[in-house]
């Protein structure tokens, strides 16, 4: 079975672990088709260098990176008519322009074709966008959702009502647990010493992402415990002011957008990692794939109830109601307090991405769903 797929996220060198893990099948011939660069929140992220194994890359040109809604590969449908792919993988929104555009051009190449979502909020969308969400309900041949609230999305909107429009629950992505593992000992940080904690964010810095609810609660937090923000946004200014209003300078470092190979070594150096956030009208959290991805390096993780938040984390972890700054700091001084506590929930956090939320077990259960697809009528 020949899939194209196509991602953008793929920029990301680490995801394309997936890929290499999905090519491991005999029966799959796998092309990754890949932009040169995606732009998130303003903030560039070109094509990161990752060799491929057993699979093909392909760079795909890109019009309007970074939006989401209009963004647009030119020449696929002559790729895809070179390429002759049995199943054309959409990584990509049934509501977006690009979504429209690559199931047209599967079509038109006689493959079939599926799409992901992490749509978890039941909206309607304004025409163009309804009517390209209309047509891929009605073209795709099964789709996959990154989490159960999406899937739930989908059959209140009638894809997956009928027998051949099946629909997987399966992340984006998962994580390798060789490459994401705890630090070898000793490790300092995490031998314990009561009332000492580095508390790490990595992720886009937006309102809704809530980090501002943890500038908040650390000022009721020892002078011991620390805080490393790890990323990019247009939040960063106003952060930045609120952490020399709050007198927090001397315990609160920002470090930009680290490429995926350096993220394993700052799971290693803190303690705990925290996902504040705050839903939205029209947002809340999908999945907070860095929660998993912390687990993995033995972090304590601390998240918001938005979303997907509690879903992820489990019993392996801290959740509290969002926007409640006085529980997020509870939690973040038991943590600094109770050095056990500590080392039962890394253990923990760490037992439950081998459980299931592994890049193997993602790339696997992508497989079972092509090739469904493919021997359905």
Not at 333 to 340: H, K, M, N, S, T
Request: glycine share 8%; net charge positive.
């Amino acid at each position: 079975m020949r899939v194209a797929m196509l991602s953008k996220a793929l920029v990301v060198g680490a995801y394309r672990r997936k890929c290499a893990l999905i090519a491991a099948h005999d029966d799959i011939d796998l092309i990754a088709l890949v932009p040169p660069l995606w732009r998130d929140d303003g903030v560039g992220r070109h094509l990161e260098p990752v060799e491929p194994d057993g699979y093909r890359l392909e760079v795909v040109p890109i019009r309007r990176p970074g939006d989401f809604h209009l963004h647009f590969y030119p020449d696929l449908t002559a790729r895809l008519r070179r390429l002759r792919p049995d199943l054309v993988y959409l990584d990509e929104e049934p509501y977006n322009l690009a979504t429209f555009l690559g199931l047209r051009a599967a079509a038109r190449v006689g493959a079939k074709s599926m799409f992901f979502t992490w749509q978890n909020l039941n909206r309607r969308y304004p025409l163009p966008f309804r009517a390209f969400e209309r047509y891929a309900y009605r073209t795709a041949a099964g789709a996959v959702a990154g989490s159960s609230t999406a899937a739930s999305v989908l059959r209140a909107k009638g894809f997956g009502s009928a027998a051949d429009k099946p629909i997987w629950t399966i992340p984006q992505f998962g994580v390798d647990a060789e490459t994401y593992c705890p630090p070898a000992p000793p490790h300092p940080p995490r031998d314990g010493i009561a009332g000492r904690l580095h508390i790490g964010y990595a992720g886009r810095l937006v309102p809704a992402k809530g980090v501002a609810d943890v500038l908040d609660a650390m000022q009721a937090l020892p002078e011991a415990v620390t805080l490393e923000i790890v990323g990019s946004g247009p939040d960063l200014a106003r952060l930045t002011q609120a952490v020399h209003a709050h007198a927090l300078a001397h315990r609160v470092t920002f470090t930009p957008w680290l490429a995926s190979a350096a993220m394993p070594a700052f799971y290693r150096r803190i303690d705990v990692l925290v996902l504040p956030s705050r839903s939205t009208p029209t947002w809340i959290e999908q999945f907070g794939r860095v929660l998993t991805e912390a687990m993995a390096c033995g972090a304590v993780v601390v998240g918001s109830d938005s979303g997907e938040i509690p879903h992820v984390i489990g019993h392996a972890g801290i959740v509290f109601p969002e926007g409640d700054v006085a529980a997020l700091s509870a939690a973040l001084r038991r943590l600094a307090d109770d050095v056990g506590a500590r080392r039962t929930l890394a253990a923990a956090g760490r037992q439950r991405v081998l459980d299931r939320f592994t890049m193997r077990a993602v790339a696997d259960a992508t497989v079972a769903a092509w090739r469904a697809v493919m021997a359905s009528a």
